[in-house]
């Protein structure tokens, strides 16, 4: 899986602090580039884009041609997983996916035995991408975690506060746990796969980490991903996985025990003094600027950024944003933003 040359990303993620730490964007291949835009009028729909492996292909190469970005990520999105499991997925323009609600009759009637032939074409754009990508750059798989996909499938759309999802969970607990296991059965295959395929590394996104109380996020989060990250690596030993448990807080210290995974990602409302003094410092992290200053650029970026490279300067680290960039965006922000990593040098 891993060739004799240097990656520093995939070094990072294995442990080994670098004294500039790698550096990728989340959602670097998106609608902030007039070239994803352009390529996006070449598919019917969104989902299209996903499973045609030319053009996610050509998607997923765009920052690096733009940025000096250590890793390419592929270019998919989280909600693959449900259409392949047989539930109705649309994106409609200006205003998200949208999914046919389940209920307990529709998680009985979920189909895991279609779901990798169905992800069939997502497992070839891998293909292509190590086949494309210089071999210094890492390339990153992902899918959703298990509970933040359940709140789409639940709920129908992403919410604010996942309402109909948690009060699922609560109050239909045997229905809720078949439906994670179908999730975490899924997942393991697929990460697999892409691991297979020639991904260097894989992130779960738990986008929807916050609004859960203790025993909650013991259950639906901690527990999901531990279950992901125990199987993957039964099948693939020593699998690096980076978990995003976006709005964990408190229980930042406890995923990262309880999953396993390699690193961290940390998201922007998180304070840095709360990750120095609660983590251990073998623990690898990555983020976590605010893509608004991003957006804003000059110095509300870039003392942040200084802030972050400094605070984290201390343990494997790589730099990214704590969540995902947005279209409004300027290309020369983000070109200052690389520079400014780029020439950061931690004090030995």
């Keep these: 899986m891993h060739s004799a040359v240097h990656k520093p990303m995939l070094a990072t993620v294995l442990g080994q602090r670098q004294a500039t730490p790698p ?4 959602r670097q291949a998106g609608r902030y580039l007039p070239e994803y835009r352009q390529t996006r009028t070449q598919a019917k729909d969104f989902l299209e884009l996903c499973y045609t492996p030319e053009l996610a292909v050509e998607v997923t190469m765009q920052p690096l041609r733009r940025f000096d970005l250590d890793a390419a990520i592929l270019f998919s999105d989280i909600l693959v997983v449900p259409d392949a499991l047989g539930q109705t997925v649309r994106f409609q323009v200006g205003e998200g996916p949208v999914l046919e609600a389940l209920d307990e009759k ?28 210089p071999p210094e750059k890492t390339l990153i798989g992902f899918c959703g975690a298990p509970w933040t996909v359940a709140t789409y499938m639940l709920g129908g ?32 295959d697929y990460l ?8 260097d590394v894989v992130q779960l996104f738990e986008s929807w980490a916050l609004n859960l109380d203790d025993t909650s996020f013991a259950r639906n989060v901690m527990e999901p ?35 396993g995974v390699n690193v961290l ?16 410092p073998d623990i690898a992290v990555q983020g976590n600027l605010d893509p608004l200053r991003l957006v804003v650029g000059g110095e509300a970026m870039e003392s942040q950024a200084r802030a972050i490279l400094s605070a984290f300067s201390d343990r494997p680290h ?3 944003l704590g969540h995902g960039i947005v279209p409004e965006t300027p290309i020369a922000h983000v070109e200052r933003l690389v520079d400014l990593v780029k020439s950061w040098e931690a004090r030995a």
């Design 318 to 320: 790589i730099f990214n």
């Design 225 to 259: 991903n531990r279950r992901i990250v125990e199987g993957l690596r039964q099948r693939i030993p020593n699998a690096p996985i980076i978990g995003f448990p976006r709005g964990a807080a408190g229980n930042l210290r406890r995923y990262a025990e309880s999953t």
């Design 23 to 26: 550096m990728w964007i989340m």
């Design 106 to 133: 529709g998680i009985d009637a979920l189909e895991p035995s279609r779901a990798m032939g169905h992800l069939a074409p997502v497992l070839d754009t891998v293909r292509r991408l190590r086949a494309a990508l």
């Design 157 to 188: 759309r992403g919410s604010p506060d996942q309402w109909v999802a948690r009060k699922f969970a609560l109050e239909h607990p045997a229905a809720f746990d078949k439906l994670m296991d179908i999730l975490v059965t899924t997942s393991i």
């Design 265 to 280: 990602g940390v998201d922007f409302a998180t304070p840095l003094e709360f990750v120095r003094s609660s983590l251990p």
């Design 192 to 199: 697999a796969a892409q691991l297979e395929a020639g991904a």
